[in-house]
């Protein structure tokens, strides 16, 4: 049976109540029996007082004697009479005792009245002192059934005391351990089911929607789980996690990147990226001295081409050349738009004479491919000027104005020729 | 089947299995060893006790295994715990006290019942007997040395009588109602079942005059002068008749039923003297005085022929009733 936490509670209130309740009965019950033991000790001892008063009585006054007065004996009988009339309730063994007082009492007052009748007018001495011994002797009997009653009664006084007492301590024990057993019950539900929903929620915040799987079933855990669960089935199906959220941004700073250092018409670096490069190149060349060489091209008579076959062909012609150049160049070399219509090669690792071959390379190459523009072939010339960045060289931008002194010196001499930077 | 549960019922299974070996093993292997042990038991409802006690097994507990003797009449079985036939009997107080005289070695263990009304006067009613004093010069049939003897004395001496002015005729007690009947005496003092029987054979010929509360009887547990392991076994005998005494308070019906089967007689009978019978555990001071009173008697009236009287607390044995209900014991030396 499931039974809700309000109920579990109400179900443990209703029990120490119940407990409490059969607690006090039994004390009280306790108390009642205790108190019949008691009345019936007192009983006895009363019973056992009253007979040796009786026997006191017959024993010191001449119930022969022609002037003896009875009253006082006939009163002590009355409240002896009276008091076995109060008698207690009794057990069955007390009741025989009981029985054999008053049936022994009855014999008294019987012998008595047949020595009162007459007063043994015939009888002799012997006769009267043997019936008047007999009388002392019933009296004495009822004296000794007083002290038996008595006796059995103080036993049974104990024997009550120490049953009503582990009684007692049974009830208080078991109430006890139930309500122990209870409230530790109640508290592990209570905790348990915290733990659990808190772990959904520090599981949630990472962004593991994980269900609440109650260990211990109740109605009102169950509410928070269910209401739980379906916020995390709607939370699952709309929400992005971080670790994706991470790797879309990644790649969005990544395609960034690659846009800031890349030249927007011709899809190769741009100077920024150029710039970055050859700084790392130069920084290397000054820590390892391991050397590098550059390229500076730069596009013959390029005004002219944008007037005669207008920007647009231009464009395309820029394209042509780092097409060419992506083509002649190795692929640790590295290629960039310096400006306009000039170029540079960053070659790593390369001396002047690999350097000096790749532009070969591209001149040849360039010769080789016109671009056609309305069917006519239009050829494109570059003049180049190469540098070795040495030590002398205070940075990068001193590598560029030597390979751009000599890319000048290249037109100056007449166009579509190389040029080298030579050590002063 | 779960692993919990099958160590459950293996665990149950042990459990059960020792408790067992330990029930029907161990513990015969201290069940005291039992005594055969003899009883002269009187024939008459105030041995209801001891046929109680054997109809629900009450020695079956003790160190006793009793075997009764059936007697007619306390001073017969008093007579067999004397000559040896058996180790306890049952007697009247009026016996212990005549017997008290002898100064036999016997002692008195434990009173189990009294009753206030176990002898009666039976005449007949032609004779017109109204008063005691009308049995002046009558013969009358008692059994000496018992209760009859001591309560017709007395009864008699109230009336300024004595012995000697009746006729007393001795007789055992199941002869008396053949006496009565066949005219040998005008009077006799028989005890249940006896005087029932009278009433039954005679009916409307008698007359039975109220004696009651003047002719106190009890009924004791007596042996000879007891060793240690008499004592031992008087114990084992006192809590058989305690158990007994027991089911007689709680049970009095099916305990008048196992004194009818016992002693074969009838549900009319049971009726008639069960009222007058206590059923109790004793040893006190009142049967001291009692004992001493009717051996004092007996010799004042000349009925033994013993001069002097020995205190009847020399025939009491209290150590046997002490282990078993000290409350019960109330004799001040």
């Known amino acids: ?424 | 089947m779960k692993k919990n549960s099958l160590v459950t019922l293996l665990l149950f299974t042990a459990v059960f299995s020792a408790l067992s070996i330990i029930y029907f093993g161990v513990v015969p292997l201290f069940q005291q060893e039992r005594h055969p042990v003899v009883i002269a038991v009187s024939k008459s409802p105030l041995s209801t006790p001891f046929y109680v006690a054997k109809a629900i097994n009450a020695f079956d507990d003790t160190c006793v295994a009793p075997e009764y003797i059936a007697v007619a009449g306390g001073q017969l079985a008093f007579e067999k715990v004397m000559s040896g036939q058996a180790d306890f009997a049952t007697s009247s107080d009026s016996v212990i006290a005549f017997e008290s005289l002898k100064a036999r070695p016997f002692v008195t263990h434990a009173m189990f019942v009294q009753s206030d009304n176990d002898v009666k006067i039976i005449t007949r009613k032609a004779d017109n007997i109204r008063a005691f004093i009308d049995l002046k010069g009558k013969r009358i049939g008692v059994t000496k040395g018992t209760a009859s003897e001591y309560i017709l004395s007395t009864l008699l001496a109230i009336e300024g009588l004595s012995l000697g002015d009746i006729v007393l005729q001795d007789y055992p007690p199941e002869h008396l109602i053949e006496a009565f009947r066949h005219n040998e005496v005008d009077a006799i003092l028989p005890w249940e079942p006896f005087a029932f029987q009278t009433l039954q054979s005679l009916k409307s010929k008698i007359k039975i005059h109220d004696t009651k509360s003047l002719s106190t009887l009890s009924f004791n547990l007596v042996s000879q002068t007891a060793e240690q392991h008499l004592v031992e076994q008087a114990v084992c005998v006192i809590q058989g008749l305690q158990k007994a005494i027991h089911y007689i308070t709680s049970y009095p019906e099916q305990a008048k039923s196992i004194v009818i089967t016992e002693l074969a007689i009838s549900t009319d009978f049971i009726d008639w003297v069960w009222p007058d019978y206590i059923f109790k555990l004793s040893l006190n001071q009142s049967l001291i005085l009692n004992i001493n009173a009717q051996a004092n008697w007996a010799v004042a009236n000349q009925m033994t022929s013993v001069n002097v009287t020995s205190s009847a607390i020399n025939f009491i044995d209290s150590r046997a009733l002490l282990k078993v209900d000290p409350g019960a014991v109330n004799i001040s030396r």
Not at chain 1, 7 to 18: A, E, G, M, N, V
Not at chain 1, 127 to 132: D, E, F, M, N
Not at chain 1, 145 to 150: G, I, N, R, T, Y
């Open chain 1, 1 to 424: 049976m499931k039974l809700s936490l309000q109920q579990h509670i109400y179900f443990f209130i209703l029990s120490s109540c119940l407990f409490f309740v059969v607690l006090v009965s039994s004390i009280l019950w306790s108390i009642h029996v205790v108190d019949v033991a008691i009345e019936r000790e007192r009983y006895a001892h009363k019973v056992e007082n009253h007979s040796n008063v009786l026997k006191q009585f017959i024993r010191s006054e001449n119930i022969y004697a022609k002037d003896h007065n009875i009253d006082q004996w006939l009163l002590l009988e009355a409240k002896f009479n009276e008091l076995l009339t109060r008698t207690p309730s009794l057990s069955a063994e007390q009741k025989t005792i009981q029985y054999s007082i008053e049936s022994q009492n009855k014999n008294v007052l019987k012998l008595f009245n047949v020595i009162h009748e007459n007063k043994l007018k015939k009888a002799d001495d012997r006769i009267k002192q043997h019936l008047k011994l007999r009388l002392i002797m019933q009296l004495e009997a009822i004296s000794s059934d007083a002290k038996q009653l008595f006796n059995i009664v103080q036993k049974d006084l104990h024997r009550v005391i120490k049953r009503q007492v582990t009684l007692v301590l049974s009830i208080l024990s078991l109430s006890l351990i139930i309500l122990i057993f209870g409230a530790f019950k109640l508290v592990k539900i209570f905790s348990t089911s915290l733990n659990e929903v808190k772990l959904a929620f520090t599981k949630n915040r990472c962004g593991n929607y994980q269900n609440i799987k109650l260990s211990n079933k109740s109605e009102e855990f169950e509410s928070i789980a269910n209401a739980f669960n379906e916020m995390n089935t709607e939370l699952s199906a709309t929400t992005v996690s971080l670790e994706s959220m991470r790797k879309i941004v990644a790649e969005r700073t990544e395609v960034l990147e690659q846009l800031s250092k890349t030249d927007p018409l011709t899809k190769v670096a741009n100077r920024r990226a150029l710039f970055e490069k050859g700084h790392d190149e130069f920084t290397r060349l000054q820590r390892s001295g391991s050397s590098f060489s550059l390229i500076l091209l730069d596009c013959d008579l390029f005004k002219d081409i944008n007037d005669k076959y207008g920007h647009l062909f231009g464009d395309e012609v820029l394209q042509h050349i780092c097409f060419v150049c992506n083509e002649e160049i190795r692929s640790i070399d590295f290629f960039a738009r310096y400006g306009g219509e000039e170029f540079i090669i960053l070659l790593p690792e390369s001396e002047l004479s690999g350097a000096i071959a790749t532009a070969e390379r591209i001149q040849s190459s360039l010769a080789k491919q016109t671009i056609t523009l309305e069917g006519v072939d239009v050829y494109v010339t570059l003049s180049i000027g190469i540098c070795q960045a040495e030590k002398r060289h205070g940075c990068f931008e001193d590598v560029i104005k030597d390979a751009d002194a000599a890319m000048y010196k290249a037109k100056e001499n007449g166009r579509n020729r190389i040029e080298v930077c030579h050590n002063e």
